[in-house]
């Protein structure tokens, strides 16, 4: 399964590197890796930052290893689950504005799609400007447990490209307060 999938992935990587000149998929404004992440992998490593975070003594790995055991997850639906999840729990789904990897769009199109007990509600409900300060840092919709907001100005790394936009968004959602 792993190697098919993966074949996928690179062939349409492929087509769209030939087509656009685009090697980085996650951020419509580079072309290629901006390599912003700096020695993440270290700080991850230190034993302070393992004990905050509280994953013991695991190791952080970023590798094709993990790609690896990961694989036959990448063609499962996960929409029982997050059904599940939306039953129970408040559920925050944010997509940067310019993500070629995993666009707006195909986010909205599955979760207008979603089968769930507050899907009709999602469908109908408006969509709100969302402000960090005075500036417009995207758009939100809440219905039932669901929370979906676009974050301007970003790619798929949205606390890479908009931290505090990214910090605000996330600490609001989880202290339960309004986005609008």
Known sequence: ???ICQLRLSLLDDYLYNLTDYKYLYNFLYTRNPRRFGDYDIYLQQEETRKAIHVGDSEYHDSDLVAIYLSDDV???ISPWLVELL???RVLIYSGQLD????YTLTLGYLQALEWDGAQEYRTADRYQWHVGTDLAGFVKTAANLTEVLVRNSGHMVPTDQPEWAYTLISKF???QSLH
């Open 1 to 3: 399964m792993y190697s």
């Open 87 to 89: 039953a129970n729990y």
């Open 174 to 176: 989880v202290r339960d």
């Open 100 to 103: 070629l990897r995993i666009s």
């Open 75 to 77: 063609m499962q639906s």
